[in-house]
């Protein structure tokens, strides 16, 4: 079996910065994708942003570019979110989730998440 645990959550002002990591560990072989998503209490779930084990990548929230950016350690199995400027906004559980399917990779619906971490940014 394969697991994501992410890290690097917590709580800052705003216009604060935060990495976020995805640690893929276990049985990871043919992992596709991994992928962000983000959910407030009482709110859907968002896709944040996608990336390809073969490179590239996908922003889903329009108002996210240029401030939040995705990347991989591919060596190490994990994914990155690198969040600058933050606002209140951006408060959110954020969920790792990773996809052997590349159908999947395009959408929403994985099958792997971790456990998420939290993101509190004040005013």
């Known amino acids: 079996a394969q697991q994501l645990v992410e890290s690097g959550g917590g709580s800052v002002q705003a216009g604060g910065s935060l990495r976020l990591s995805c640690a893929a560990s276990g049985y990871t072989y043919g992992i596709v994708c991994m992928a962000w998503f983000r959910q407030v209490p009482g709110k859907e779930r968002e896709g944040v942003a996608t990336?390809?084990?073969?490179?590239?990548?996908?922003y889903k929230i329009d108002s996210l570019k240029g401030r939040f950016t995705i990347s991989q350690d591919n060596a190490k199995n994990t994914a990155y979110l690198q969040m600058n400027s933050l606002k209140p906004e951006d408060t959110a559980m954020y969920y790792c989730?990773?996809?052997?399917?590349?159908?999947?990779?395009?959408?929403?619906?994985?099958?792997?998440w971790g456990r998420g971490t939290q993101v509190t940014v004040s005013s």
């Open positions: 990336i390809y084990t073969s490179g590239g990548s996908i």
């Open positions: 989730a990773a996809s052997r399917s590349a159908v999947t990779c395009r959408g929403d619906d994985f099958s792997i």
